[in-house]
């Protein structure tokens, strides 16, 4: 994976002013865009599209203080239609305009070349399960909501705490098959993994695909398939967080395995009073790689 992460900064280096072709590239490495996207995200810590922008315009802002073309031919020449189209782009890089850049000679704000590098910890090991599953449906409330990286998705916290506890009681009457019990469900989420950038939520539970689901429950059809199951316990929401982190900076790099589309849930199996501590089980569909 690692491999594949560096030819990836390689393709950008070479296609900065063209049209990247991740999926071709995905597909000469053996992998796929979308596990390919997830990765790069995780390990770098922003979309692959916001490293390429950044990239485009640190070797644009050469460009621009070299003083040898006009703004509009650089601005075209790194894809832009228009010297307003290229500025907007220029200063949510660099913090100023490619015109007061030219005349000042900056500030700029520089994106070096990537490079990824296998680093050695694994110290604490991580429990983890694969499972083949048959195809399965889940059901409940879902939501329309940001990406959080980091501590309690409010908008998530709102979408449950406002369904009353009789429904919170029927959809656990519900669940019919593993894993049991009410689930925290993800779903259609940018394999960018953008900060801001929405997801469905839904707050729900498994059921066998012949097990009746009433009409005002949102549902999703979950192909047969093979699951990662990796279990935590700790602080929440940290160590989750921290575990799912941990998967892409550990376990996936040296595991013959990568992620595939579809929804990731969170089991809670044991958790304090307050919710402060829990013990849940991360779910994540993945086929080999």
């Avoid at 239609?81 to 290229?86: N, P, Q």
């Avoid at 019990?181 to 066998?208: C, F, K, M, R």
């Avoid at 900076?249 to 595939?260: G, M, V, Y």
Wanted: glycine share 8%; net charge negative.
């Amino acid at each position: 994976m690692i491999s594949a992460l560096n030819q990836l900064v390689d393709l950008v280096e070479q296609h900065l002013t063209e049209e990247l072709d991740i999926a071709g590239l995905a597909n000469r490495l053996g992998t796929t865009e979308y596990h390919l996207r997830r990765m790069f995200s995780s390990l770098a810590g922003m979309p692959l599209s916001e490293y390429v922008r950044r990239r485009r315009m640190t070797v644009a802002a050469a460009d621009v203080i070299r003083g040898e073309h006009d703004l509009l031919s650089i601005g075209v020449r790194f894809g832009y239609g228009s010297t307003e189209a290229f500025g907007r782009a220029f200063r949510a890089v660099h913090g100023v305009g490619p015109s007061d850049a030219r005349r000042d000679g900056g500030p700029l704000r520089t994106q070096p070349q990537l490079r990824f590098r296998l680093t050695v910890e694994g110290s604490t090991p991580m429990d983890t399960r694969i499972v083949d599953r048959p195809a399965f449906r889940l059901a409940g409330h879902s939501a329309r909501v940001p990406l959080i990286h980091h501590g309690v998705n409010p908008h998530i916290q709102q979408h449950i705490t406002a369904l009353p506890a009789e429904e919170h009681a029927r959809l656990k009457a519900l669940s019919s098959t593993e894993p049991a019990g009410l689930l925290q469900i993800i779903d259609d989420l940018d394999p960018d993994s953008t900060e801001g950038s929405e997801l469905t939520y839904l707050h729900g539970v498994a059921v066998d695909t012949d097990t009746p689901v009433s009409a005002d429950l949102d549902t999703i059809e979950v192909p047969a398939g093979t699951w990662a199951i990796f279990r935590t316990a700790g602080p929440y929401p940290q160590a989750l967080q921290a575990a799912w982190a941990a998967t892409a900076t550990e376990w996936f790099p040296s595991n013959p395995w990568r992620l595939r589309p579809g929804p990731s849930f969170v089991a809670v199996l044991d958790r304090a009073d307050d919710f402060s501590t829990a013990t849940c089980e991360l779910w994540l569909p993945v086929e080999p790689g």
